[in-house]
DNA sequence: CTGCGTGCAAATGGTTTGCACTACG
DNA sequence: CGTAGTGCAAACCATTTGCACGCAG
């Protein structure tokens, strides 16, 4: 997604467009993979020496609000963003404590199925997430 | 498991036996549910008024280092503590942030055979856990 | 113009750390 | 007795908050 699209993006959605907002949101799409707060205020900071730290949490916040990222926490206890909204599940490498989206419509179905059929007592599932840990190759 | 259980058991696991472990571990077992270190400290200052909250958090790491208990982390990053050890999925509930463990051999099995199956390409799975989001009723 | 968004700096809160003291084995 | 464990208080660090100013609509 290219400025003008972001710009786009946040109209549609009713946000006030500001630089703060563009470049952050920016920030996320081209740092692919979860960065955490720390991650996407360095990568701003080269064209936006003066941005806050406070800001960006707030804009976080709203991004997430109206649904244009999602959070992520990890576990170490850091929050990370994701602009990849679709129902995936994340792969945790051990070592390297990257992240990547794993997305499986197919596994997706097998567990949905299996649920249908067997019910947890006392418990109406709004919705299952896997968290597969391992190691990249 | 009751008092000199506990102590058995440190001591089988070479831990040193202190009043403040049995009490955290005692606690643990109690407080069934995964508490978080603050619901152990409450618990435990009825009976250990002057127990200090650092020694909790060092105890706590060292039962998780020792394999006596799980850490599990939460939507909001704090920790909980579970003395509960098998393989175990979790049940969160939106409304009341209530964690419950899940166990379900069938729908392990049911997911290792896929992944038997189907490899996720540059990716060694060790692990894999069912966050289940949803109410309880 | 009006109020939402921003920058700054101070506050928060859960967790960790350093160090002198204590007590388990 | 020696060393691992403890208590205390200060440090940490990511995130949040309050407030005065600035800019989008």
Redesign the pocket.
């Known amino acids: 997604m290219n400025h003008k699209e972001i710009i786009a993006y946040?109209?549609q959605k009713n946000?006030?467009?500001?630089?703060?907002?563009v470049a952050?949101y920016e920030a996320i799409c081209k740092l692919n993979n979860h960065p955490?707060?720390?991650n996407i205020i360095s990568f701003i900071q080269v064209n936006?020496p003066?941005?806050?730290?406070?800001?960006?949490?707030?804009?976080?916040?709203?991004l997430v609000e109206n649904n244009l990222i999602q959070k992520v926490?990890t576990e170490?206890?850091?929050?990370?963003y994701d602009s990849h909204l679709s129902k995936h599940h994340h792969l945790y490498c051990i070592e390297t404590e990257k992240i990547e989206d794993y997305e499986d419509s197919e596994l997706d179905k097998l567990i949905n199925n299996y649920f249908k059929k067997k019910k947890i007592k006392n418990f109406q599932i709004k919705d299952i997430k896997l968290q597969i840990t391992g190691n990249f190759k």
């Open positions: 946040l109209k946000l006030r467009v500001t630089p703060q907002r952050i955490t707060a720390e936006h003066n941005i806050s730290i406070g800001t960006v949490y707030k804009v976080l916040d709203s926490k170490n206890g850091s929050m990370r």
